[in-house]
């Protein structure tokens, strides 16, 4: 039995009852029973809350439910300000917001639009212009619609900061500043802030921004971890493609989730993967706003077997059911693996998270097993403890790699401090930079030592990963000094317990 209240109960009006229903949406979650009645009585919330929780219709139901007397046709822009303003860290979360609060408010008449860099500005400006109640945007590119007068800022009555610990992480801060200043006074309007996890900075920027806010938590950290099965594979970094491309294509997976730490080694992975035969694609900041959105499109309709990404990139994408996510570099960030791991397992289903551990990122390991308060089992292969040379050799793909990584090594990579990595950060150039990625702002806060194998829209190291041990400390031998594996024999470890999906014609 539940006590779960229903979306009547919580006093959501006919108008977005009927939206939810339509959204196939039975039972409102946790955080919906919580938020929906707090944000109705006009209290500022500080939720703890990350994607997936269905954080968006907590906010998104009572922001529309009291901005319903506002509704109006009149073709005039003055009589529709901006009332509701929500802040998102990447264009891909500010997206799917919209397109909720879309959905949510169809029998509303409350307008709504989305704003983020990458794109022209120019598509943007007549929507804006012609009068929007509900703004969802970048922080960047809305300081850049600001400076051109597009949006007008002093009448807004709810403020929502999506995702604050990424906009942190981000460097979004004095951005958000700027937008606060230009916002009507705290006290003037409600204000709602959602961060995955409460640090001290976030507390901070809430006690600047929240008024005697109502606290809500939901536990997804830990409710992600214990729905996904997680393994991690202990193995040399010039190994991990082979393995990666062992796993999918023994098991014919489609839909592989699989990430890695910077913009530069998601697009060479992926161009590898596509080599070894497996349909690939990447979503990461240097690729166009137009490739990304293809690339998620084709992802989410099972199209690709692989789709490699940055943590920023993936951050609060809405993808359902996804069989397996891969840590195919584990994360500087613990917080990361848990945004990472909970794009499966979703909603009770179950997941599979597999990580790659190099030598040097036992630290980074050890990291997360401290945050999770658990160790994570060490998979092998074919019952082998994970010390087989060869054991890739009978993959041609595994031998190309192998080989490749040999013709490499003792080349030093040149470094790219001077890549389009590096942004400008200067307020005269804060214009443009936005314009070309609003959400780029990682790099302002390295030091510029990082910057060669970083990533500008990968959350900046917050602690020091060891760089220096030995990639062949760990690698695959045989435990008895057995060689390899049999070819096609299936991983253990992997205990893939749903249908392998089939990919689609295209
Ligand atoms: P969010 O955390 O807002 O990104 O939501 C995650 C996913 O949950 C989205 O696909 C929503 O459509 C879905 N969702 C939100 N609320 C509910 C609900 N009450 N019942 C079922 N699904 C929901």
Redesign the pocket.
């Known amino acids: 039995m539940s006590s779960t209240p229903s ?1 009547d109960e919580l006093g959501l009006r006919p108008e977005l009852l009927r939206a ?1 229903a339509e ?7 946790p ?2 029973v919580q938020a929906i009645p707090t944000i109705l009585r006009g209290l500022d919330v500080m939720g703890g ?10 906010f998104a139901l009572p922001i529309l439910q009291k901005l319903l007397p506002m509704a109006n046709s009149s073709p005039s822009p003055a009589r529709h300000p901006v009332r509701a303003l929500i802040l998102t860290p990447t264009r891909e979360l500010a997206i ?2 919209e397109e ?1 609060v879309k959905a949510y408010g169809k029998y509303t008449g409350i307008r709504s639009t989305v704003v983020y860099g990458g794109v022209d500005i120019r598509q943007q400006l007549p929507i804006v212009r012609a009068g929007i109640e509900i703004l969802v945007a970048t922080p960047g590119r809305l300081l850049d619609h600001v400076e051109q007068k597009s949006v007008n800022l002093s009448q807004v009555e709810i403020f929502v900061l999506d995702e604050a610990d990424r906009m942190l992480d981000m460097g979004f801060i004095p951005d958000i500043k700027r937008i606060m200043a230009l916002l009507p006074a705290t006290a003037k309007r409600q204000n709602l802030l959602f961060s995955a996890t409460i640090s001290n900075e976030i507390k901070k920027l809430a006690d600047q921004l929240l008024n005697a806010p109502t606290l809500i938590e939901v536990a997804l950290r830990n409710t992600a971890a214990e729905t996904v099965a997680q393994s991690v594979y202990k193995v040399a970094t010039d190994q991990k493609r082979a393995l990666l491309t062992h796993i999918v294509s023994s098991r014919n997976l489609w839909q592989v989730l699989c990430f890695v730490r910077t913009k530069h080694g998601a697009s060479r992975l992926a161009r590898q993967l596509e080599k070894d035969g497996l349909k690939t694609t990447a979503i990461h900041g240097d690729r166009s706003q137009a490739a990304r959105l293809e690339a998620l499109d084709d992802f989410k309709a099972a199209k690709v077997q692989v789709m490699v990404a940055t943590d920023v990139a993936a951050r ?1 994408l ?1 993808i ?1 059911d996804l069989p397996l996510v891969v840590n195919y570099e584990l994360p500087y960030v613990p917080e990361d693996y848990i945004h990472r791991i909970g794009r499966t397992g ?2 009770g289903a179950t997941g599979q998270a597999i990580s790659l551990c190099s030598p040097d990122e036992e630290k980074l390991l050890a990291e997360i097993e401290r945050m999770l308060k658990r160790t994570i089992p060490v998979a092998t292969l074919d019952g082998l403890t994970p010390r087989s040379p060869d054991l890739f050799t009978q993959r041609p793909s595994a031998q190309r790699a192998t080989r490749e990584v040999r013709e490499t090594r003792g080349t030093k990579r040149p470094p790219h401090a001077a890549t389009p990595a590096s942004h400008s950060n200067s307020p005269a150039s804060h214009s443009k930079s936005h314009a070309a990625h609003a959400d780029s702002h990682a790099p302002r806060r390295e030091r510029a030592a990082d910057a060669d194998d970083r990533n500008p829209d990968q959350a900046p190291i917050s602690r020091d990963a060891d760089r220096t041990g030995n990639p062949s400390a760990l690698v695959l031998t045989g435990a008895a000094g057995r060689p390899s594996l049999h070819r096609k024999r299936p991983i253990p470890a992997l205990l893939m317990k749903r249908a392998t999906r089939e990919p689609e014609k295209v």
């Open positions: 979306f939810v959204a196939g949406y039975t039972t409102p979650t955080i919906q809350a990350q994607t997936g929780t269905g954080k968006t219709a907590g799917q917001v909720a609060g809405d359902d979703r909603a």
